[in-house]
Nanobody, 127 residues
Framework: QVQLVESGGGLVQAGGSLRLSCAAS????????MGWFRQAPGKEREFVAG????????YYAESVKGRFTISRDNAKNTVFLQMNNLNSEDTAVYYC????????????????????WGQGTQVTVSS
């Protein structure tokens, strides 16, 4: 099984930036499309961003489009989420997930589409 470990969460002021990382144990990392999800208190886990195995295709939730950037470094088995212009609505636990396919499209926004999950990292945006 693929093991995923997120890092980079923390406390940041509104308008600030944060970069999350997700390290994968799988050597064939490029065969997995990757996604970032988040879950705020009292809410269901929601899709944030996805990236194909090669990194050639990305897709974002409308709420973060233009502010967040997902990327990956397959040589390092790592996926990133650069978050800019953060606001209080971005406060959540952020989860990294892997799908057992290299293909990514706008339809893969449900948690059921992903097979492996990290433990999550807390992002808190202060006013």
């Amino acid at each position: 099984q693929v093991q995923l470990v997120e890092s980079g969460g923390g406390l940041v002021q509104a308008g600030g930036s944060l970069r999350l990382s997700c390290a994968a144990s799988e050597r064939t990392f490029s065969t997995y499309a990757m996604g970032w999800f988040r879950q705020a208190p009292g809410k269901e886990r929601e899709f944030v961003a996805g990236i194909s195995g090669s990194g050639g295709f990305t897709y974002y939730a409308e709420s973060v489009k233009g502010r967040f950037t997902i990327s990956r470094d397959n040589a390092k088995n790592t996926v990133f989420l650069q978050m800019n212009n953060l606001n209080s609505e971005d406060t959540a636990v952020y989860y990294c997930a892997a799908r057992s396919s290299s293909y990514m499209s706008s339809v893969f926004r449900r948690i059921q589409h992903y097979d492996y999950w990290g433990q999550g990292t807390q992002v808190t945006v202060s006013s």
